[in-house]
Structures are given as structure tokens and as C-alpha cells.
């Protein structure tokens, strides 16, 4: 889910296909929507039966949400 080195979380599924949900390699800090959103060494994630991501952005020192693909900060 969290993909440390490349700064983005990614969805892997049961068959083993992998996306990306936020976040396109850039370390930084912004919220937005897939891409456009920056993270710098998400460390954890987990996803609620809802559908909506809870992710540790640890340089960043944030908590963020992903719901769809659009990432907040908490």
C-alpha cells in the first residue's frame, strides 16, 4: 500500500495487480487528487471496509485520508 522509496500509495489486489491511487514518485507535500497529491516517505496505510485510505506521510509528519483518489490532510 505504501510505497516508501517512491513517495505513493498504491492498491494491490487479491490477483496481484498493482495501481497507484496518489502520488506519481515526487516527494513533497500537497493534497490533491491522484497525481497532483505529494507525499514524502508514507510509511503505513490501511483501508476501512468503506473504501477510504488512512495513510502515515512520516516526513511530512501528517496523517492523510484518501477517499477515490483524492487525498486530504487530517
Do not use: H
Not at 497532483?36 to 512520516?58: H, M, Q, S, Y
Not at 501528517?62 to 483518489?69: K, S
Amino acid at each position: 500500500m505504501a510505497d516508501q522509496g517512491n513517495n505513493a500509495v498504491r492498491r494491490v489486489t487479491m490477483e496481484g495487480a498493482v495501481s497507484t491511487v496518489a502520488g506519481n514518485g515526487e516527494a513533497g507535500y500537497a493534497d490533491g487528487e491522484g497525481a497532483a497529491a505529494r507525499f514524502n516517505w508514507p510509511t503505513a496505510g490501511v483501508e476501512d471496509k468503506e473504501g477510504t485510505i488512512l495513510v502515515a506521510d512520516c516526513k511530512n509528519k501528517r496523517l492523510r485520508t484518501i477517499v477515490g483518489r483524492q487525498v486530504t490532510t487530517l
